[in-house]
């Protein structure tokens, strides 16, 4: 099975729930607003082929905001999208692991000084941003006791050509995060931009602390997901992804941040945050960058 959001993208155009825009949209200026629009109007989700600035890239939004669209995504009608979740992640599916010549995600690669997040077409989405932000940054971190992978999704402000912002909500990352602090040495994270939604799904689920969400994703697509090691960290990234951020986040890392339109459809204001500061890019030659739509319902978050 495709684990790609490429393939979700071609199955949502194929069933008539994608609208393909060719006219050259600013990830800076209006691409959310287009985003935004096509599915409050229309309720198809967007995919940009031309992108102002970006020529290497496509992108993404308003693709997983609706029942319809994830039963796309699991394979099953749209009423049956619930009973398929509650049913699924029930039967959890270790990963397995490729080498990188099956991966797409090794295609090109950046290390240290070639490293440039402002060459990521990283979105403007609402009025009161300082910036563009990726939001749909999945971070893989690995309990330094046991080893265990954790999934989340944090929001990252971008900062400069290598840093960028990292909320840590306090939930089982911050958990995490704090055996590295009490360490005194810095977590190792990857974060993962563009993936199946079941992988997204899983990023966002919560469950029980120590249980790998890589294994809930698996249950959802009802094989194990294809994983393959990072380039510079001890940690194993989706082989289909479009972009892996690799990076660490320091023991004392704090920075302000905000405020970001959020989810609930007011802003987050202001505050501080973490930090991450990223060493090496891995991604596809013609990757497609997950602009993930936050701000007032529908959308995506």
């Known amino acids: 099975m495709d684990q790609s959001i490429r393939g979700y993208l071609a199955n949502l155009e194929q069933q008539g729930e994608l609208i393909r825009f060719h006219k050259e949209v600013d990830p800076m200026e209006n691409l959310t607003a287009i985003g935004w629009k096509t599915y409050d109007k229309l309720g198809k989700g967007s995919l940009f082929d031309t992108l102002a600035g970006f020529p290497d890239w496509q992108a993404c939004n308003q693709i997983i905001t609706d029942r319809r669209k994830w039963g796309i995504g699991l394979g099953v009608n749209e009423d049956d999208v619930i009973s398929a979740f509650n049913n699924r992640v029930n039967s959890p599916i270790e990963p397995v692991m490729v080498d990188r010549s099956n991966a797409p995600v090794k295609e090109i690669s950046y290390h240290d000084e070639e490293v440039d997040l402002t060459k990521v077409p990283a979105a403007w989405t609402s009025e009161l941003d300082p910036g563009p932000f990726i939001a749909s940054g999945m971070a893989i971190i690995k309990d330094p006791d046991t080893g265990i992978r954790n999934m989340s999704i944090?929001?990252?402000?971008?900062?400069?050509?290598?840093?960028?912002?990292?909320?840590?909500?306090?939930?089982?990352?911050?958990?995490?995060?704090?055996?590295?602090?009490?360490?005194?040495?810095?977590?190792?994270?990857?974060?993962?931009?563009?993936?199946?939604?079941?992988?997204?799904?899983?990023?966002?689920?919560?469950?029980?602390?120590?249980?790998?969400?890589?294994?809930?994703?698996?249950?959802?697509?009802?094989?194990?997901?294809?994983?393959?090691?990072?380039?510079?960290?001890?940690?194993?990234?989706?082989?289909?992804?479009?972009?892996?951020?690799?990076?660490?986040?320091?023991?004392?890392?704090?920075?302000?941040?905000?405020?970001?339109?959020?989810?609930?459809?007011?802003?987050?204001?202001?505050?501080?945050?973490?930090?991450?500061?990223?060493?090496?890019?891995?991604?596809?030659?013609?990757?497609?960058?997950?602009?993930?739509?936050?701000?007032?319902?529908?959308?995506?978050?």
């Open 154 to 301: 944090h929001r990252q402000q971008i900062m400069g050509k290598n840093r960028t912002g990292f909320l840590i909500c306090p939930r089982q990352a911050i958990r995490i995060y704090q055996k590295y602090q009490q360490r005194n040495i810095p977590m190792p994270v990857a974060m993962v931009v563009g993936a199946h939604p079941a992988i997204y799904f899983s990023s966002s689920y919560t469950a029980p602390y120590g249980v790998d969400e890589l294994t809930i994703a698996g249950a959802l697509l009802g094989e194990p997901i294809r994983l393959v090691k990072c380039e510079r960290i001890d940690i194993e990234v989706p082989a289909e992804a479009e972009m892996v951020l690799e990076g660490h986040i320091p023991p004392d890392a704090i920075t302000p941040e905000g405020p970001f339109g959020e989810g609930s459809g007011g802003y987050a204001m202001e505050g501080f945050t973490q930090f991450l500061d990223v060493i090496t890019i891995t991604r596809r030659r013609r990757p497609i960058f997950y602009a993930m739509q936050c701000g007032a319902p529908m959308t995506d978050t």
